[in-house]
């Protein structure tokens, strides 16, 4: 019979016997398992180190999911070792072997009460050392348990059980929601059960799973990366016939562009070829294949079941800080990089015409308008044709209406005074334009500007300003457009008198539009006024205004798509390699959002305080960074600052989903992207209506750091710590703000009653204070934020270099802190749970080859962010070395 699933606990050892009668024994079990094929032993898994004592009592067990295959004739060896020294500079750890016991699955599962004391002997089966407890627990025993009283004394006190969950448990747990578990994968779940201060039992699970949303979000960022820029480069090319100068500076752009583009198209096809875990891994953080994709993005979960209070759940996303790695971080990161390159730009003697990054931006969202609303008028257009034939009244009026409403926000899109400037700035750059008169200067500065010659490249000098000339029409532009909102209306006019069935009665020339207003090129035109069938009378019209619609579009693409140019040429190469780095960081960090949006939307679903202030205040996204300000770190710190900067571009639409492929859909182009977040029929009923009418969510991402290892020593003590000084206070600022909004949008009531608005307002006071204090490696920082991101129902991110060590410590810190406060976690307790939840399991430390009785293990760091890794945060012996060493050039050179 094969066991499913078998979870085992080592309860406790007792009267162990030390080498030397006055040691303190510090002892840790490892499992291993006898298959009765193969008669291998194989390492399985191990508890935590409890220090201190013969009788040491475990907080951890080993899980056996369903897919390992356990039997009756299994055999289970259980090795008991001391820990001799445990070296608080090094990784490196000494242990030799206590004892040994093995006993077969089916005596186990047979004995009353599925327990088990055997005895512990050493390795040649001779001396007894001491014994050990084995019990067998049933699938769910803690969830359906009594929350039994218990005493002070740890002897007496039942071991809590740690299991791991099974993937087909999912994340969600009892629930198992479809939709949760498709961008979750491979969770593992730990149970704990610790003392509270009124003497009972709270029990812990705790999770951590993987995310699928790691490489799909970069992928379908990329893929519309790649369609932007080839739209874009498109548009260039569509420019028409340039002068000499502009030509030959628009093959320049052209090429380099299309070279991005490659290489962008080179990475969407190395991922789509991906087939292995569902992360990235810290060590291939340097891979170039994999640069867009964020490293050890997981969930890290704990819930909480107090016997007095409501079960609480508490989310953290962990993530390696978004950064470019493989672009390296020589010359900073991107914080340093794009205001020096924005100060060349202004200083430096291009030959193009300057626009500022608020004019750049612009166009491109002008031409996104343009490529949006075009093809929505025509569509809106052709229903409106096709309710016509069917001469369908309702239709017609619903098909009108929205043709109507498309075609106001395309008129609206062009009333901007940098189109009309950028016209005549492409007029100048036609073949054999000269201006014959000075420019006259504007009111405004960006449109003041000197003449500008186009007959050959060394007459052409930089323009601060957009150039005029005094015999270019200006007018003609606003007789273009303003002709689509005139075409509107003579359709309009003509559905109004379909509708009202009274054509006979209308008198000529009554507050109607002239023929010539709706540009009617035949009297014959004029006649579908009274004569002919509904789709006869508008197809003159509907084909008018997508003809002048068709004139607008094409000069406004062109001087936008000019505007862009000047953006490209004043910078090559830097410009897209900045943005290329860009894109690298931001996508890293949008995937990390996604995923932090879905969990928090599946877990709030049932809150309607927390709904409501999701469409009407928007959702606090709160990172913890834990980057030091020395070295390469500055530089990734740079780079992770404008990327959380940058989502605060990210809108956000939750829509049911059609079919089970439930993972978000990505649109938009750069600056301005929609999330659309997929959710199951029933799921998607429990929303309030302004989200399930598709309102989009607004993000407010913020970010606080504080460095806390070495590195961060050497900075306070021989760099700079600016850069995080004014990260801090930025980021305070703008969480001000939302507190703002919040306290004007939201009802007083809309939090849990224990958190009140007056504590809201004293962590924001601390929190300043904390932040102008200046005080070196200041934590409180980071513990009020992360409160404060709680209390607001926002979603909390803890980042370092690669999400292991330091994040790891701080989560696990967290929790401990938070089951402290929140849950009354016995006072005696803090420190052994803090130990239990950071102690890593074992499995494979030690090789086949060991000798039985001594070992050495060693630390070495994982690949990927372990569930709990050991960290030390303490300054190191060769780091010490060099910060002597450092003391004492500083010391010469003062006295020199």
């Not at 087909?168 to 149970?191: F, H, Q, W």
């Not at 034939?389 to 043709?403: A, E, H, T, V």
Request: with cysteine; hydrophobic share 35%; proline share 4%.
């Amino acid at each position: 019979q094969c066991f499913h699933p078998f979870i085992l606990k080592a309860q406790a050892c007792k009267d162990l016997v030390a080498a030397t009668r006055d040691r303190k024994l510090n002892t840790f079990i490892q499992v291993s398992v006898v298959h009765p094929a193969e008669h291998i032993l194989t390492r399985y898994s191990s508890t935590e180190i409890v220090e201190g004592t013969k009788d040491p009592l475990f907080l951890t067990g080993v899980t056996f999911p369903p897919e390992y295959p356990i039997y009756e004739e299994t055999k289970i060896k259980l090795t008991v070792y001391d820990v001799k020294d445990k070296s608080q500079d090094t990784v490196t750890i000494s242990f030799f072997f206590l004892g040994c016991a093995t006993f077969r699955v089916g005596d186990l599962v047979k004995s009353k009460e599925q327990q088990l004391t055997l005895t512990l002997r050493t390795s040649d089966g001779g001396k007894t050392v001491g014994t050990i407890e084995v019990n067998l627990v049933k699938m769910g025993e803690l969830e359906e348990g009594e929350t039994d009283h218990i005493t002070a004394d740890t002897q007496d006190q039942k071991c809590a059980l740690v299991r791991e969950c099974t993937a087909t448990e999912g994340i969600s747990g009892k629930d198992n929601l479809p939709s949760l578990n498709a961008v979750l994968r491979n969770p593992v779940c730990k149970l704990y059960r610790f003392p509270t201060s009124d003497n009972k039992w709270m029990r812990i699970r705790e999770q951590m799973a993987e995310t699928t949303l790691s490489f799909h979000v970069p992928k379908e960022l990329i893929n519309l990366h790649i369609k932007e820029d080839m739209r874009r480069n498109q548009e260039l090319k569509d420019l028409g016939e340039l002068a000499p100068h502009w030509d030959n500076m628009r093959k320049s752009v052209i090429a380099h562009c299309d070279q991005m583009l490659s290489m962008y198209q080179d990475t969407l096809a190395e991922l789509g070829k991906h087939t292995g875990s569902s992360f990235k891994s810290s060590c291939s953080k340097g891979e170039k294949t994999l640069e867009f994709i964020p490293i050890n993005l997981h969930l890290q979960r704990m819930h909480v079941h107090s016997p007095r209070l409501k079960d609480a759940l508490y989310d953290v996303i962990t993530v390696g800080a978004p950064a470019a790695h493989f672009q390296g971080f020589k010359n900073g990161g991107l914080r340093k990089l794009l205001s020096k390159f924005e100060a060349e730009r202004r200083n430096t003697g291009y030959q193009c015409i300057y626009y500022s990054p608020e004019n750049t931006a612009k166009a491109k969202e002008v031409l996104s308008n343009i490529n949006h609303l075009q093809p929505l008028i025509s569509s809106h257009a052709d229903l409106l044709l096709s309710s016509a034939s069917q001469r369908s009244p309702d239709s017609l009026k619903n098909s009108l209406k929205m043709l109507s409403e498309k075609t106001e926000l395309f008129v609206h899109a062009f009333k901007d005074q940098l189109v009309r400037s950028a016209l005549l700035a492409l007029y100048t750059a036609r073949p054999g334009c000269v201006l014959k008169k000075p420019a006259v200067p504007r009111n405004s500065a960006e449109e003041g500007a000197d003449a500008q010659h186009q007959e050959h490249p060394s007459q052409i000098k930089r323009q601060d300003s957009i150039p005029h000339h005094s015999e270019y029409d200006e007018e003609e532009w606003d007789r273009v457009w303003a002709n689509v909102a005139k075409s509107l209306n003579c359709l309009i006019a003509m559905v109004d008198r379909l509708l009202e069935k009274d054509i006979s009665n209308v008198k000529e020339g009554e507050n109607e539009p002239s023929a010539a207003d709706c540009k009617f090129s035949t009297w014959e035109q004029m006649t579908c006024f009274v004569l002919g069938d509904w789709y006869e009378q508008l197809y003159p019209l509907v084909i008018t205004l997508k003809d002048c619609m068709g004139e607008v579009v094409t000069r406004a693409k062109q001087s936008m798509a000019f505007v862009l140019l000047q953006e490209l040429a004043c910078g090559l190469p830097q410009c897209l390699m900045l943005t290329l780095r860009r894109d690298i960081v931001f996508s890293q960090a949008l995937a990390g959002l996604v995923c932090g949006f879905v969990i928090k939307l599946h877990t709030g679903l049932h809150d309607q305080g927390f709904l409501q202030q999701l469409h009407t205040v928007g959702l606090l996204v709160q990172y913890e960074g834990l980057l030091s300000t020395y070295s390469e770190e500055a530089g990734m710190l740079e780079d992770m600052a404008v990327g959380i900067s940058d989502l605060q571009k990210v809108m956000f639409k939750v829509i049911e989903a059609k079919s089970e492929d439930f993972l978000p859909i990505i649109t938009g182009r750069r600056e301005h992207y929609i999330i659309e977040v997929q959710l199951p029929a029933k799921m998607f009923e429990l929303l309030p209506q302004e989200i399930k009418e598709g309102k989009l969510l607004r993000m407010y991402p913020v970010l606080f750091n504080v460095g806390i290892n070495e590195q961060q020593t050497l900075a306070e003590r021989f760099g700079d710590t600016t850069l995080q000084e004014n990260i801090n206070q930025e980021n305070l600022e703008l969480l001000k703000e939302y507190y703002k909004l919040f306290t004007e949008k939201m009802p007083p009531d809309c939090l849990p009653h224990f958190q009140e608005q007056n504590d809201l307002k004293g962590l924001l006071e601390s929190l300043h204070q904390n932040i102008q204090a200046k005080k070196r490696k200041n934590v409180e920082i980071m513990w009020l934020a992360a409160t404060i991101c709680r209390k607001l129902n926002g979603v909390r991110f803890t980042c370092c270099k690669s999400a292991k060590d330091r994040t790891s410590m701080s989560v696990t810190l967290e929790q401990c802190s938070i089951l402290r406060d929140e849950h009354q976690l016995h006072k005696d307790f803090f420190i052994r749970a803090l130990d239990c939840m950071r102690s890593r399991q074992t499995q494979g430390a030690l090789n086949e080859s060991d000798d039985p009785e001594t070992g050495c293990l060693t630390d070495n760091k994982p690949t990927s962010r372990h569930f709990y890794p050991v960290a030390l945060l303490l300054v190191s012996s060769h780091l010490l070395v060099v910060w002597l060493i450092l003391s004492l050039a500083l010391l010469l050179a003062k006295y020199q």
